[in-house]
């Protein structure tokens, strides 16, 4: 009967110890760890496609759009934007700018008796010739 005891109660530390260190996970209040993955994966594109931008500006003199980029080769990303956010750049003369803007799915049509719940929060983001990520919340 002790044992049993013992047992209940070392099963029920280490279920809040898990519940506990999981709820700490999330890497902002109100955000989903999945959530931190898409906006990681989102800089790292921007990453690329300005690496791609100084590189098509030391071969040929002059920045490119996102298109010129992928279709010289300077720029091999397979798609134009990343779990709901499309990427945009803007050139000039004497430099370019990569936006990542977010643009959120329809809601679903609220259920009788259930909480509405907001959408997460995805901040726009982009960088420039000097390779600094900016982010708008």
Do not use: C
Request: no cysteine.
């Amino acid at each position: 009967m002790k044992s049993l005891i013992a047992t209940l109660l070392v099963a029920m530390i280490a279920i809040f110890a898990y519940s506990y260190f999981l709820k700490k996970a999330a890497p902002v209040p109100g955000t989903m760890v999945t959530q931190a993955v898409s906006i990681t994966g989102v800089q790292m594109d921007l990453t690329s496609i300005a690496q791609a931008e100084r590189a098509y500006d030391a071969q040929n003199g002059s920045y490119a759009s996102l298109d010129q980029l992928t279709s010289s080769g300077s720029l091999t990303m397979e798609r134009s934007g990343r779990d709901g956010y499309t990427y945009a750049v803007e050139t000039s003369s004497s430099g370019f700018t990569v936006t990542a803007t977010y643009t959120p799915p329809p809601p679903p049509a609220p259920k009788f008796g259930q909480p509405i719940v907001p959408p997460p929060h995805y901040p726009t983001m982009w960088i420039d010739q000097n390779m600094e990520i900016h982010q708008a919340d």
